[in-house]
């Protein structure tokens, strides 16, 4: 299975700041999707990213909010602009590739 | 509605005794079903998934069509199996596609 890194592993930052994470695949994946995991819930889709189209955003989730860039099929970005403490979460990306697999996750603190 | 719920958020249990963890699924369609383990401060990664009918580390997982449900069993818990448990769903049938979540069940397996 593919193995991702994803970076950076956790940040504290201030409110109305952008954090942009990243995400690297060793292998060419079709899909990856961002979830994000706010603290004590279940982890939620925020977007599915295919290379070469927009990103397919779920209900409650924005791209202006949080745009995401998807320029090859190995690497993907996310971004949480005009940040707020309720943005405070665990983001992660995973992709398919005959199974899901998840990169080690973004623990973001927004202060 | 599509939906994954996992009823119990915390499960104890001593050390050789069976667990059980839960898991009703809602969806239309024909899904297929996971179960994601999350150990402590390590990555998201799968532990079954219904269509392999695979055991793995002891578990095993029967999806029940009639009463909607994948229950995790396991006849003799280690210590090691404590963690963090979540129950997934895809709607799309081994062709990747977005995960729905369950909220997850915390196991604690007691010496």
């Known amino acids: 299975s593919a193995v991702i890194s994803q970076k950076p592993s956790r940040d504290i930052c201030q409110r109305g700041t952008s954090l942009t994470i990243q995400c690297q695949v060793d292998?060419?994946?079709?899909?990856m999707f961002w979830y994000r995991q706010q603290p004590g819930q279940s982890l939620t889709l925020i977007a599915t990213?295919?290379?070469?189209?927009?990103?397919?955003?779920e209900s409650g989730f924005v791209i202006d909010k949080f745009p995401i860039s998807r320029p090859n099929l190995t690497f993907s970005t996310l971004t949480v602009s005009n940040m707020s403490p309720e943005d405070s979460s665990i983001y992660l990306c995973?992709?398919?590739?005959?199974?899901?697999?998840f990169g080690s996750g973004t623990r973001l603190t927004v202060v | 509605a599509q939906r994954v719920t996992q009823p119990e958020k915390l499960l104890s249990v001593f050390k050789g005794a069976p667990v059980e963890l839960k898991c009703n699924y809602s969806?239309?369609?024909?899904?297929?079903l996971f179960w994601y383990v999350q150990y402590s401060r390590q990555r998201l990664q799968l532990l079954l998934r219904?269509?392999s009918r695979e055991s793995i580390k002891g578990f095993t997982a029967d999806l029940n069509k009639g009463e909607t449900s994948f229950h995790l069993k396991k006849p003799f818990a280690q210590e090691e199996d404590s963690a963090m448990y979540y129950c997934?769903?895809?709607?799309?049938?081994?062709?990747?596609?977005?995960?729905?979540f369950g909220q997850g069940t915390e196991l604690s397996v007691k010496p």
């Open positions: 292998s060419q994946v079709t899909m």
């Open positions: 995973s992709v398919w590739g005959g199974g899901y697999t």
């Open positions: 219904h269509i």
């Open positions: 997934a769903l895809s709607g799309t049938y081994n062709q990747g596609g977005k995960l729905i």
């Open positions: 969806y239309s369609g024909s899904p297929e």
């Open positions: 990213a295919n290379q070469g189209s927009e990103a397919t955003y």
